[in-house]
């Protein structure tokens, strides 16, 4: 178990640009959420995939943002036209599909974006 | 919908002392609990969760919680406290009424202790 892998840890960028970060989850976990958190609050539900299924996406992933998960793997997150409002961690997790709810979501160390 | 609240963005306590971090959660359906830890530019930890088995639960690093549905409380403790403790805690639920189980986390209280 390698754990939950992000790349890149840290990302700083102009404002305009076109950022992508990556997430390996735990190999045999088939649920992959993406969250974002800002300074001083908990992070926030962006994204959830099931196996390579994208099942919900929360209203705060504009049409600027976009997730995949090709072939129930690793997942990319991709923000167009990067806005300073976008700096933030971005944390990747996994879980497996055991009883519903219960399982621990295992969190990637993020990736901190900065839009200068 | 559910939510958690928790009391007090900061707490400070002398090393050797009490540790408590308060949550209370509002929810419709019986709900999953999870305390997590947050060291300084680092991911997430789970210290300890509530899936409806044990109303006091332990977890890692001599940390506890006991589940309190009067209260609608889920309060985190530690007998004493180490320097090593300092760090932010996060409490989250489980969304269970959209399917997904996405987490919905509070916003987080940074503990301190002091020598």
């Known amino acids: 178990d390698t754990g939950v892998s992000q790349d890149p840890r840290h990302k700083i960028t102009k404002r305009g640009q076109n950022v992508t970060f990556r997430c390996d989850p735990i190999?045999?976990?088939?649920?992959l959420y993406w969250y974002r958190q800002t300074l001083g609050q908990g992070p926030e539900f962006l994204t959830y995939?099931?196996?390579?299924?994208?099942?919900?996406k929360s209203r705060l992933l504009s049409d600027r943002f976009s997730a995949e998960r090709p072939k129930g793997s690793f997942s990319t997150l991709e923000i167009q036209r990067t806005e300073q409002g976008d700096s933030a961690m971005y944390l990747c997790?996994?879980?497996?599909?055991?009883?519903?709810?219960?399982?621990?979501?295992?969190f990637g160390p993020g990736t901190r974006l900065t839009v200068l | 919908a559910q939510s958690v609240t928790q009391l007090g963005s900061h707490v400070s306590v002398s090393e050797g002392a009490l540790v408590l971090l308060r949550c209370n959660y509002s929810?419709?359906?019986?709900?999953?609990l999870f305390w997590y830890v947050q060291y300084p530019n680092k991911g997430l930890q789970l210290l300890l969760k509530?899936?409806?088995?044990?109303?006091l639960v332990k977890g890692i690093n001599g940390f506890e919680a006991e589940f309190k549905k009067s209260e609608t409380s889920f309060h985190l403790t530690k007998p004493s406290a180490h320097m090593s403790d300092a760090a932010e805690y996060f409490c989250?639920?489980?969304?269970?009424?959209?399917?997904?189980?996405?987490?919905?986390f509070g916003t987080g209280t940074r503990l301190k202790v002091l020598a």
């Open positions: 995939f099931q196996n390579e299924a994208q099942l919900e």
């Open positions: 190999s045999e976990h088939n649920r």
């Open positions: 997790a996994s879980s497996t599909s055991g009883r519903a709810g219960t399982d621990t979501q295992y």
């Open positions: 929810s419709s359906v019986p709900p999953y």
């Open positions: 509530y899936t409806s088995a044990a109303t």
């Open positions: 989250a639920v489980s969304d269970t009424t959209s399917g997904t189980y996405k987490y919905i």
